[in-house]
């Protein structure tokens, strides 16, 4: 036991274990670092370009800075057609979507978690195969089904499902969540004469706060940046959000014919900057409520 107990300490104090050890946990840190480095750099491409003057955008060769910046741009972006309309536009579609995929997924995966009813788990099970469909293959049959109930050029597809649910992968991250918690808290509740509800709203939920974070967080990334959907169900340019308010500025051309790639560019910035701040501030419980839902990889 001595014997091994010396060598473990000798291998743990060679300087050469050492050298070895800061060198690989160097290597992989630069590696890190490069891998970060070459994913921003079409991020910043798009970022520098923005402040680019117009006829700056598509030189050949190309340059990377500009020769004076532009900050035109912006307000240029912000007053032309009807960007500060999208903007507002999928703001609330994003905020009313965002919140009913938290409510009715907490719910469903507080029925799944606490419920004892038959076909549950058969239920849960079809529940989370309906993440292996493709959003293309459901595409054409919720278009037509839109197309029948009235729902075409309005915002009703894209807010209204999103309470009945708010989907499986968020179904699976409360329900995760929630068999963690001891059932002593319902029970106690329960003697006090709580019902269901007032468990989940007063017991369960506060409770999952990194879980609502979580799923807060990605729904808003995934509503903010919808592009597909959105693009069938509307009609009316004014009634555009942001995405495809972008797609606008590529394929139609202004009144005076001018080139609209740098407001292009700046109005593809102004959309990202939300998104980061979001995921910054909220990147703490984002990365508490992964690990504590028991999905982390």
Known sequence: MSALATVTRRTVRDPLAIARYLIARALLHALAIGFGVLLMVPFAWAAISSLKPVEEIRLLPPTFWPSR????????????????????????ITVIAALGTV????????????????????LFALTLSTMMLPQE????????????????????????????????????????????????LDEAAKI????????????????SLPVLATAGIISFINHWNS??????????????????????????????????????????????????????????????????SGIKG
């Open 227 to 292: 592009f597909i959907f959105p693009l069938i169900i509307l009609n009316d340019p004014e009634k555009f959000t942001v995405s495809i308010g972008l797609r606008y500025f590529a394929v139609s051309p202004s009144s005076d014919a001018k080139p609209t790639d740098h407001l292009l560019l700046a109005g593809s910035i102004m959309m990202t900057i939300p998104i980061i701040l979001l995921f910054f501030f909220g990147q703490r419980y984002f990365v508490r409520g992964v690990v504590m």
């Open 69 to 92: 910046f532009a900050w035109s741009n912006y307000p240029d972006v912000w007053n032309s057609t009807m960007f500060a309309g999208w903007v507002q536009n999928t703001v609330v």
């Open 137 to 184: 293959v459901t595409l054409i049959p919720q278009y037509l089904l839109y197309y029948l109930l009235g729902w075409l050029n309005t915002y009703l597809p894209l807010t209204v499902p999103f309470w009945l649910g708010g989907g499986a992968f968020f179904i699976f991250l409360f329900r995760q969540f929630f068999m963690t918690v001891p059932q002593d």
């Open 103 to 122: 409510v009715s997924a907490a719910c469903a995966g507080y029925a799944f978690a606490r419920f004892r009813f038959p076909g549950r788990t058969v």
């Open 192 to 207: 006090d004469g709580a019902s269901y509800f007032q468990i989940l709203g007063q017991i369960m939920l506060p409770l």
